[in-house]
């Protein structure tokens, strides 16, 4: 018998409201303060990853559940593999925040940090919550409502600001229209009650169909649609929320907050509706989740090139990205009912993506966003065109920022190519299913470069161009070894993502097979699942190599090797030839000197791409200091 998760997961609930209660009394001393709550965090953290690994492991698929009395209720909690997932990406980068926290808080010599040190657990274990309640009622509720207002008294933490104000005001009402859609959305099912647990719900479900099915179905698409961040939604709240909260928050907020939106998208149309057997068209479903995610990646990454304000373009982006994962798993829905194993193998594969894509997008922007907040803490900006030069300056904050952007960018060996290239094969192959899936893979394969050029524009503008030297009065220097350590974490999570995409292909395999009633658990055998995935799309595998399956269809290794024997072969080339290199001063365009007045501007970069697609909106704000 497998270990039960519960005592684990209490005992990490119960230390981050430990941190909660002890970290704010020792807010006058703002590193002790920072240390003890990254610690008690750290225990949590740790104390999560058990839960998680345990859920994990059960093999056969279940539902266990453990109640706890909280005043006169009692509230259901749940352990599966998909939660189970969520729970240790929640823990790992709830770590990396508390830690990244200790000194870049005093950036706000201004502000105290009491209500910093007691928001930030709280948050923290609202999130938990929300991914391990069993219920739609009042551990939802309870678990939401903690999640909602630590996030918003953390997002309005500047309050002297009147903007920043305005902002966490209208997340605020936001979130709580977004909990009445889907706690509402639940009395629609047949002989629903306030309270009732998923396998109650799932049963409700299959009495319901008609018009009361599909209303609840909307409802619950939109309530955790604006939870995600889905296009037009997103664009409501998501961009001035992300930007105006301490980057530490802001790397929770968009690396697994906007998730459990997509947590209850997953429970919702892979576990709930399902039950009602014929009543649920998956097809058409997928074809709205599809359709949904393809302009939300197309739109929220458009956007995202405009913003001159670095973390507005790290929020805009996140839209983007968010899309990809409703993209796959609409694609998978309608490929769900396919008349062959190999369409319920190329669903299998995009919803694998999407869950991989969630995993690598929590990793990636945590870790862009926690680089936006050392460029803040070191230059007292985040204006793109008061940046630039940094490389030299902050030479380890630019190598982490360079692997992210080039993982968010899809480029390979690197995470973002690993999941997107699940995503966008799939529904290039999937056809079958509906041509408008290849229409939209190639959206989203053009999307991917439009990305590119984003963090081409993030990155370049903030390390290797001039600019710093100009337009920031103070001594620019890396950021303390405590800032540099999370990201150092986080980026080399990034490249055994993107390396070794095949460990994370099982966990997630592992996580399906755990959770019962989930709509594709036939797609996941027991035996060898990623290679026999692997094996239905290209029939092509490279087996045996360090015990583990390889496919020749998207192995980051095979295409780094690959590519290094290229770049030994144009080396070998140019020096056969007698090439020689030399060295003259750069071209300036005619002006004799390079200044801040003659630099590249942003408005300058991509400007046709802009001005061709400025039909998508997204205004450039100004961005503060």
């Not at 995993?359 to 070191?378: E, I, P, Q, R, T």
């Not at 030297?469 to 303390?480: C, D, I, L, S």
């Not at 030399?582 to 791409?609: E, H, K, P, S, V």
Request: with cysteine; hydrophobic share 55%; aromatic share 12%.
């Amino acid at each position: 018998m497998n270990p039960d998760p519960f005592g684990a997961l209490f005992a990490g609930l119960g230390l981050l409201a430990a941190s909660a209660v002890v970290s704010p009394f020792l807010a006058g001393k703002r590193r002790l303060a920072g240390t003890v709550n990254f610690l008690l965090t750290a225990a949590a953290g740790a104390a999560f990853l058990l839960a998680s690994v345990r859920s994990l492991s059960s093999g056969a698929a279940g539902h266990a559940t453990a109640s706890v009395a909280v005043g006169p209720l009692s509230i259901t909690f749940l352990a599966d593999g998909v939660a189970g997932v969520f729970v240790g990406l929640i823990a790992v980068m709830a770590m990396a925040a508390a830690f990244y926290s200790i000194r870049y808080m005093e950036h706000y010599a201004d502000y105290g940090l009491r209500s910093y040190y007691f928001w930030l657990p709280v948050f923290i274990l609202g999130m938990i919550a929300l991914v391990t309640v069993d219920d739609l009622g009042p551990g939802f509720t309870a678990a939401w409502q903690v999640m909602t207002l630590s996030s918003y008294f953390l997002i309005r933490f500047e309050h002297r600001k009147r903007g920043n104000v305005r902002s966490a005001a209208k997340y605020l009402v936001l979130m709580e229209l977004a909990w009445l859609l889907v706690a509402g959305g639940a009395f629609l099912i047949d002989g629903h009650a306030f309270g009732h647990a998923m396998p109650e719900i799932a049963a409700g479900v299959a009495r319901t169909g008609g018009a009361p099915l599909a209303i609840f179905l909307a409802l619950l698409l939109i309530g955790f649609g604006l939870k995600a961040g889905v296009f037009p939604l997103g664009q409501l709240w998501l961009p001035d929320a992300h930007s105006i909260a301490p980057s530490p928050v802001s790397a929770l907020l968009s690396g697994v907050m906007l998730k459990t939106g997509i947590y209850g998208l997953l429970r919702t149309f892979f576990f709930l509706a399902p039950a009602s057997g014929a009543a649920f068209d998956s097809r058409a479903w997928g074809a709205v989740l599809a359709t949904v995610g393809v302009v939300t990646l197309f739109i929220g990454t458009v956007q995202s090139v405009k913003q001159s304000d670095a973390k507005r373009l790290l929020a805009f982006s996140s839209i983007g990205q968010i899309g990809y994962i409703v993209f796959a798993s609409g694609a998978a829905l309608m490929m769900s009912g396919g008349p062959d194993a190999a369409t319920q193998a190329l669903a299998a594969i995009a919803v694998t993506g999407a869950f991989y894509h969630l995993l690598n997008h929590a990793v990636f922007k945590g870790l862009l966003f926690l680089s936006s907040g050392s460029l803040l803490f070191a230059t007292g900006t985040k204006d793109l065109n008061k940046l630039g030069g940094l490389v030299r300056l902050m030479p380890v904050s630019a190598a982490v920022a360079g692997i992210a952007s080039i993982s968010i960018s899809g480029m390979p060996p690197t995470s973002g190519f690993a999941s997107k290239w699940a995503i966008v094969t799939s529904s290039l192959l999937g056809g079958g299913a509906g041509a408008v899936l290849v229409l939209f893979g190639i959206v989203a394969l053009f999307t991917s470069a439009v990305t590119l050029a984003c963090y081409v524009k993030f990155f370049g503008m903030a390390f290797t161009s001039a600019g710093t030297e100009w337009t920031v009065a103070k001594p620019v220097r890396e950021v303390p070894a405590s800032m540099l350590a999370p990201k150092v974490a986080l980026a080399a999570l990034c490249l055994v993502q993107g390396l070794f995409p095949f460990l994370f292909y099982g966990l997630i395999a592992s996580a399906f097979r755990s959770s019962e009633g989930f709509l594709l658990h036939g797609a996941f055998p027991a035996a060898d699942p990623s290679g026999t995935l692997s094996a239905s799309v290209l029939g092509i595998r490279l087996a045996g190599l360090f015990g583990a399956p390889f496919n020749a269809a998207a192995s980051p290794l095979v295409i780094l090797a690959v590519l290094a024997v290229i770049l030994l072969a144009a080396s070998w080339l140019r020096k056969a030839g007698g090439g020689g290199q030399r060295t003259a001063a750069t071209w300036l365009c005619g002006y004799q000197d390079i200044g801040n007045a003659n630099r590249y501007a942003d408005r300058n970069m991509f400007a046709a791409l802009k001005g061709l697609l400025r039909w998508t909106g997204g205004k450039t704000e100004n961005p503060g200091p």
